[in-house]
């Protein structure tokens, strides 16, 4: 698509009020079909005769905006009219708002001084067979709209009584069009909505709304008013030990809704903002208050869910729920690690330790080749993989385990779907990522001398650090190796000649076991055993199962040690002990922050601690889904729903259960691209039944039995 239409923006619009651009016309004739173009410098809504003209929300999305802008089609021939009116108001979105919050930076104040604006093409069709296009041009007027704020950090400012008056000529903006790409990720819509559970009068007096679940999105209230009263409205995830609200952990979010009322009954949400929250405090509300008149309005990508796990334990089906939940919070066109403070950003290391489990809970093949495809346009000259994606730290070092996102992500889409695609769009910032190490090493064969996160906030960190006790020249290495790994196999798979990576590799794995001939934590082993580096697997399996439970059977590892752990123990004859970790209700565990009261996946283990008071207030997010990585273990080990390297996209399958009677029974299914596969077991007196279904050729090992069996329906007994 070659756009015609000039960039146009609102001439001295005040600062902080959202533009609304406005089209009027008579239409010619019948019109037969009518598409429109559309994008924005920001997040825009745009109506059509006063209909929304899509349900994509947060329009044009986040992108990398200087090198890609997505664009959306749409078809409205259905709303035209005799007299037509088209507006456009534009929010200040990703696009110039002050990311991130906790920090200042020139990179930070070119971006929030980036000037709004939108872009789009009106193509209509006549019965006819004539032809006429609506360009943004000069002949576009602008108004204030009644958005007196919009924000991604700081909330939504609204006044019911404002009257857009579209008078002023817009003007045209110098912007590159050469940025702009067809809408490639998956639009984000509003995608369930939560009533209120209860309203609360806390001790302190305030005023709560409770909706039982934490959401990602938007609440909408409704209230019957008179002109000029005020609703304000703060979020938060948690109330404190006292039972009053809190959100502190928001940092200089200010997550807030100020909305100014006209009068009578009214109904409203914001539109070009969210939130992440499960509680809000109604600092004003006019007339009395009850649960009908609120509900959360949950917005994310438009990805669908293909996982289901349930078992024998409502604790862990609660822990299921929470990782669920936590994907969908934070898959908001980019992955993010949080979405309610200062921050959601699109972490590479939460993406890559998360990515296997978001690729079996839900489709993601289309949302993460767009991240992807922003990864690769970000990435920088010498081939490093910013910590975040779009690149909002530039002035922050690349960091092992989380610039492999680039080597990692491909791989696993590749695997779960099947789909050589995303390998051959990703290739060149596989082999670049690689390259960058090599290049940057101090140490040949190692990678040495970087400033990396380590295992961050693993539970062995010496005191006042957030970094756990692994070493991180042993991590940075043991990942150089993993990725230059995958550069091989999506090299082999693209049918491209890797001989050089390959004797790279070779000389990694050797240069790592004569610098580390011993592993000092559980991280450590962890990553010997996952990534095949130990030179006996099953002698460092035994050493890290002793130390885990020498620990006191705990964990004690951080974001890069975590995911693996229960698949090292699986591995090499530890199931029980893997069982034992999973289901640990004492702090650490995964099951602590349920029987706390979560609904979605804490960064800490003890964002709450055992005292009732919080971990901190400067990095605890209550939804933090990377430690949900664990539900890739629970389906292909507890259900023993396994890819095949050599079977991309399920095409084939091993299923191999690994039952344990504390759980009582377990059911998980895959809808893959080849159809469902599902896997359930449940103790039967002192037997085991296990029924599975297959849509593909199948292997299903159970204790002795090994059988292949075509698509279908099985059941089995130990």
């Given at each position: 698509m070659e756009f015609q239409a000039k960039w146009i923006q609102a001439p001295g619009k005040a600062e902080d009020v959202c533009p609304v651009f406005c089209r009027t016309w008579k239409s010619a004739g019948t019109v037969k079909k009518a598409e429109l173009y559309l994008t924005a410098l920001g997040v825009y809504e745009a109506r059509l005769n006063g209909r929304r003209v899509s349900e994509y929300v947060l329009a044009p999305g986040w992108t990398v905006y200087e090198k890609r802008l997505q664009y959306q089609k749409y078809d409205v021939t259905e709303m035209l009219e005799e007299e037509n009116e088209l507006t456009v108001t534009v929010g200040k979105g990703w696009f110039s708002s002050h990311m991130p919050g906790w920090m200042e930076s020139e990179?930070?104040?070119r971006r929030a001084n980036r000037p709004m604006g939108i872009l789009g093409e009106l193509h209509l069709e006549y019965e006819d067979g004539s032809t006429a296009v609506i360009s943004t041009d000069e002949n576009w007027t602008w108004g204030e709209s009644p958005v007196r704020f919009s924000e991604i950090y700081d909330g939504e400012t609204y006044d019911a009584t404002v009257a857009v008056k579209c008078e002023a000529p817009a003007a045209e903006l110098e912007w590159p069009k050469e940025i702009l790409i067809p809408q490639e990720g998956e639009e984000i819509h509003e995608k369930e909505r939560v009533m209120a559970e209860k309203?609360?009068?806390t001790p302190a007096g305030e005023t709560v709304i409770d909706f039982g679940q934490e959401v990602t999105g938007y609440v909408e209230f409704t209230v019957d008013a008179k002109e000029g009263d005020q609703v304000q409205i703060l979020h938060g995830e948690v109330l404190d030990q006292n039972g009053n609200f809190y959100n502190a952990n928001y940092r200089s979010a200010k997550a807030e809704i100020n909305y100014t009322c006209r009068d009578g009954v009214q109904t409203w949400h914001p539109m070009l903002t969210f939130f992440g929250f499960r509680y809000i405090k109604l600092a004003k509300f006019p007339g009395e208050v009850r649960p009908e008149q609120f509900t959360a309005i949950v917005v994310y990508s438009d990805i669908q869910k293909t996982g289901s796990l349930s078992c024998g334990r409502p604790e862990v089906n609660q822990l299921f729920s929470n990782i669920f939940w936590g994907q969908k919070g934070?898959?908001?066109?980019?992955?993010?690690?949080?979405?309610?403070?200062?921050?959601?950003?699109?972490?590479?290391?939460?993406?890559?330790?998360?990515?296997?489990?978001?690729?079996?809970?839900?489709d993601v093949e289309k949302f993460f080749k767009k991240w992807l495809h922003d990864m690769a346009a970000a990435q920088r000259a010498d081939g490093g993989i910013g910590q975040v994606i779009p690149d909002y730290?530039?002035?922050?070092?690349?960091?092992?385990?989380?610039?492999?996102?680039?080597?990692?992500?491909?791989?696993?889409?590749?695997?779960?779907?099947?789909?050589?695609?995303?390998?051959?769009?990703q290739f060149d910032c596989m082999k670049n990522w690689v390259d960058y190490i090599t290049g940057s090493t101090t140490t040949e064969y190692l990678w040495t001398g970087g400033e990396h996160f380590g295992d961050w906030l693993g539970l062995d960190a010496p005191s006042g650090s957030y970094k756990g006790s692994s070493r991180d020249d042993f991590i940075a290495t043991a990942y150089y190796a993993y990725s230059t790994e995958l550069v091989i196999k999506a090299g082999k798979v693209l049918g491209k000649d890797v001989s050089a990576y390959e004797a790279l590799y070779a000389n990694i794995v050797k240069a790592f076991r004569e610098h580390y001939p011993e592993y000092r934590t559980q991280t450590e082993h962890v990553?010997?055993?996952?990534?095949?580096?130990?030179?006996?697997?099953?002698?460092?399996?035994?050493?890290?199962?002793?130390?885990?439970?020498r620990d006191g059977s705990q964990i004690m590892t951080g974001f890069v040690g975590t995911a693996y752990i229960l698949h090292a123990l699986s591995d090499y004859g530890y199931s029980e002990l893997a069982y034992t970790l999973f289901l640990r209700r004492k702090y650490p565990s995964w099951l602590f922050s349920v029987d706390q009261g979560a609904t979605t996946i804490w960064e800490h283990w003890d964002g709450i601690m055992e005292n009732g008071e919080f971990w901190s207030t400067d990095m605890n997010s209550f939804n933090h889904y990377a430690y949900g990585a664990v539900a890739d273990w629970v389906y292909e080990k507890a259900a023993g729903i396994c890819q095949l390297e050599e079977t991309p996209g399920f095409e084939k399958v091993k299923i191999q259960p690994m039952p344990d009677?504390?759980?009582?029974?377990?059911?998980?299914?895959?809808?893959?691209?080849?159809?469902?596969?599902?896997?359930?077991?449940?103790?039967?007196?002192?037997?085991?039944?296990y029924d599975i279904t297959t849509a593909v050729p199948a292997r299903i090992v159970i204790g002795e039995k090994d059988v292949c069996v075509e698509p279908g329906e099985y059941t089995f007994w130990s």
């Open positions: 990179d930070k104040t309203v609360i009068i934070n898959f908001l066109d980019v992955p993010t690690d949080c979405p309610q403070r200062d921050e959601r950003l699109g972490w590479t290391g939460d993406a890559q330790a998360f990515i296997k489990t978001a690729s079996y809970n839900y730290l530039p002035d922050g070092n690349p960091s092992a385990a989380w610039g492999d996102a680039a080597t990692i992500c491909p791989w696993q889409i590749y695997l779960t779907y099947g789909n050589k695609e995303v390998l051959a769009d990553l010997a055993i996952h990534f095949r580096l130990a030179e006996d697997p099953q002698k460092t399996a035994d050493a890290l199962a002793e130390m885990v439970i009677k504390r759980l009582g029974w377990l059911d998980a299914s895959i809808n893959t691209r080849h159809g469902k596969i599902s896997s359930r077991w449940a103790y039967v007196g002192e037997k085991v039944r």
